[in-house]
């Protein structure tokens, strides 16, 4: 370009600026998204940055990488989306995030990586934000699982927990998968620590329960059946 007419050269222009046209009088900046690295400029234009890299400011000279947690999916970005929950990114320089994989989860934006979630939740499904607690009646005592499994007989559990617990004397578990222990009806008893199986015992012939939660009969007293 030249300034002044009947100059007998013209001037470059510099990185980050560019010449529109052979016949102006100054240099244009380069917009925001682009970005002009050659000094001399070569050409009328300035280059587009990248998927994954961006300019912020006019005139820039070079593209930066989007940092981790962070991502430009389309050409010509001026700035970085932060991958939202349920996503990640742990490299730079990237166009999209990734989905957290079942059993993982991320709940916050700008994430360069998934969390497992803890004993007692799960997540089903992929892009999670948030684990989900078991359901009563089903544990998960390991980290990062996509689902809970049933308490096994004579157990129950609560919502949330790593771990079923034992139904102890005078209880029993109705079903598998129960969120608590039932105490022995009348005239039955359960005399395990651990109750082996869904239904209390009957008590013999001669003998008696003296309340819902004894762990043994009791013999009848003389004159009584």
């Known amino acids: 370009y030249t300034e002044q007419t009947g100059r007998s050269s013209c001037k470059t222009c510099e990185a980050g600026k560019f010449a529109s046209s052979s016949t102006v009088s100054s240099c244009a900046v380069c917009a925001e998204g682009k970005y002009q690295n050659q000094s001399p400029a070569q050409a009328y234009g300035c280059k587009q940055c990248n998927g994954g890299r961006f300019a912020d400011q006019t005139g820039s000279s070079g593209c930066k990488a989007c940092g981790v947690g962070q991502v430009a999916p ?6 970085c989306s932060a991958c939202g929950p349920g996503y ?3 490299q730079t320089g990237q166009q999209s995030c990734h989905s957290c994989s079942k059993g993982k989860y991320i709940g916050t934006n700008g994430a360069s990586s998934c969390k497992a979630c803890g004993s007692g ?8 934000s948030s684990c989900k607690a078991c359901d009563p009646g089903r544990y998960q005592n390991q980290n990062g699982a996509h689902g809970c499994k049933n308490c096994a007989t004579g157990r129950y559990a609560r919502s949330g927990f790593s771990n079923c617990k034992t139904c102890g004397r005078g209880q029993y578990a109705s079903s598998s998968a129960v969120s608590s222990c039932s105490s022995c009806p009348a005239g039955r008893y359960q005399g395990a620590d651990v109750a082996p199986n869904y239904r209390c015992q009957s008590c013999d012939k001669g003998q008696f329960a003296r309340s819902p939660t004894v762990s043994m009969c009791s013999a009848c007293m003389s004159g009584r059946f």
């Open 74 to 79: 389309s050409s010509s970005s001026s700035s």
């Open 88 to 90: 990640y990114q742990g």
């Open 121 to 128: 939740r799960y997540a089903f499904l992929i892009s999670r």
